[in-house]
């Protein structure tokens, strides 16, 4: 692998160099290896064969992971979707199945989920210092609560940052099986259960205010949860810099945070 340095940077492939962008840098390696056919059909490739499936299964569980919480995408970082993958790769190979067709049972593995970092290079913590209390009466709702929120104490802002707001957010997430029909994972149940959220932002708050504040923002999600859905409960915050009376927000400097996760029957409450 080598970083290209000329003035005008190449995407694709020509003269068996495959030219690409990873992590913002432009970069260059030697094309080769099997032919996509080959890797098709040949029996030697089976087992490339069973990875490439599964990958693509996780990589479409992190799709709907991303589409759910679309009101949070500020928050995500360069490496999120990959990242979202390799966790749901984690719970395939946590079920007995022969790889290639092994389940993404979300629902039964999702402590894997909790304390997850939309972007991690802002920690939700590292940027909010305050103490919250979060309830959920129901799986239909979450209350969060800050009681004597200083802003100058309790926030670690950007440099350029004058505003915050204060997210929480609820999504759901569904399993997904492996379908020997159309050889391809889908959600258990397409209709039901498989990205709805809800999202709330509380308002704006100076990033210099010096007295204490008590903000409480409810959000709730009334849409069926079945047993194969994961609802996560998710607290994050996000910065502006106020410029000629107008918010701009800043890209890469946001936080949040899965606080909690719930199933039918089952809801977390948290104080931290």
Do not use: W
């Amino acid at each position: 692998m080598s970083t290209q340095i000329g003035t005008v940077k190449l995407v694709g492939k020509m003269g068996g160099i495959s030219f690409y962008l990873s992590e913002g840098k432009y970069l260059a390696r030697k094309a080769g290896g099997p032919s996509r056919e080959k890797i098709l059909h040949h029996p030697n490739f089976e087992r490339t064969r069973d990875n490439i499936r599964e990958f693509s299964g996780c990589a479409k569980a992190a799709r709907h992971f991303r589409e759910a919480c679309y009101y949070s995408r500020d928050c995500f970082d360069s490496r999120f979707t990959s990242r979202l993958t390799q966790l749901f790769k984690e719970i395939a190979s946590r079920h007995d199945s022969p790889p290639g067709k092994r389940p993404i049972n979300i629902s039964e593995h999702k402590a894997l989920l909790r304390n997850l970092q939309f972007n991690k290079n802002v920690s939700l913590f590292s940027a909010l210092k305050a103490a919250f209390t979060l309830l959920s009466p129901d799986e239909k709702s979450m209350d969060v609560t800050f009681e004597g929120l200083v802003p100058a104490q309790h926030i670690h802002a950007p440099a350029d940052a004058t505003h915050l707001r204060l997210i929480v957010m609820m999504a759901d997430l569904s399993d997904l099986y492996f379908d020997e029909r159309n050889n391809q994972y889908n959600t258990i149940d397409k209709g039901t259960g498989n990205g709805a959220s809800a999202f709330i932002e509380g308002d704006y708050i100076q990033i210099d205010h010096e007295s204490p504040l008590n903000i409480n923002l409810s959000c709730s999600l009334k849409t069926p949860m079945p047993h194969h859905v994961t609802r996560i409960r998710c607290i994050g915050v996000k910065f502006y810099k106020n410029s000629n009376a107008q918010m701009h927000l800043l890209p890469r400097k946001n936080a949040m945070m899965i606080v909690t996760l719930s199933n039918l029957g089952s809801v977390d409450c948290v104080t931290c």
